[in-house]
């Protein structure tokens, strides 16, 4: 039976030593690599330092230990914040906004040197923040509700004119939700039905009118229709109201006047 040799102390260093340092070797070459993905831009950095504006999609190669490649999403985003702010009329309003942002592939590097990757906490919600209350304070709160896309594209060009500098597009920007506290809400519930009260009074005094402007012409019309009835009565039609009454017997008279007139035995 073959007798098996056990490795003393320095055998045993050597093979922890190869095994270490394949490790090491394998970390370093896979750490050498970075891949980039459609939508992203990649930014090279040397000890904090951009080296590489921009790198290609797919795989990049890096120093490693010494350089890092940092992603920047240049697709479309969305951001979601809730705020409040009050209207022209000092009404509180609880609003929810919906941002869809992107970043400029052109102005990615800039943006990272000036503002790291946290610009949107950084940049974008205190913009939209700030924007959003410099628009509604130009609106009461009825109006709020009734101009929402008009408001909506307001704090769009507010929003845009503060973030373009740091290459951040705004490509839609939406109010989701108004909402205001319980008595301005009753406020309005009251206008809306005295203002439909006054409507439908409206609605039946124009009905009355137009009655009594009906009876009105009705009358007139049935006046002119007498006037001329009355006018084209002629002789011939009463004579013919005579012979109409008349029982084919003549009259009985007396004394040298024998002329008999119609219009008296019409009477």
């Excluded at 490649?69 to 809730?82: D, G, R, S, T």
């Excluded at 790291?116 to 709160?141: C, F, M, N």
């Excluded at 137009?210 to 009835?229: G, L, M, P, S, Y």
Aim: with cysteine.
């Amino acid at each position: 039976m073959k007798e098996v040799r056990v490795l003393n102390d320095k055998e045993k260093r050597k093979i922890v030593i190869i095994i270490v340092s394949a490790i090491v070797l394998l970390i370093l070459f896979f750490g050498s690599f970075r891949t980039i993905k459609s939508g992203e831009v990649g930014i090279k950095v040397r000890f904090g330092k951009v080296v590489t504006s921009k790198t290609h999609d797919g795989v990049n190669f890096k120093m490693p230990l010494i350089e890092r490649i940092v992603k920047m999403n240049v697709q479309v985003q969305k951001v979601e914040v809730e705020t409040s702010s009050a209207s022209r009329d000092l009404q509180d309003v609880n609003m929810m906004l919906a941002v869809n942002y992107r970043i400029d592939a052109s102005k990615a590097t800039d943006l990272y040197k000036n503002v790291g990757t946290k610009y949107e906490e950084v940049v974008l919600q205190p913009a939209i923040q700030e924007s959003i209350k410099a628009v509604t304070s130009k609106y009461t709160a009825e109006e709020l509700i009734t101009n929402r896309s008009e408001v909506s594209n307001g704090c769009m060009k507010e929003l845009e004119n503060k973030v373009k500098k740091y290459g951040i597009v705004v490509d839609n920007f939406n109010i989701t939700n108004f909402s205001f506290s319980a008595e301005f809400n009753k406020a309005i519930e009251e206008k809306q039905i005295a203002e439909q009260k006054v409507l439908t009074a409206k609605q039946e005094l124009e009905k009355e009118k137009i009655e009594a402007e009906k009876k009105v012409v009705k009358a007139e019309a049935e006046r002119k229709a007498n006037e001329t009835k009355g006018q084209t009565l002629t002789d011939n039609i009463i004579k013919e109201k005579f012979i109409e009454k008349w029982n084919g017997e003549l009259p009985k008279v007396s004394g040298s006047n024998s002329i008999v007139n119609i219009d008296d035995l019409i009477k």
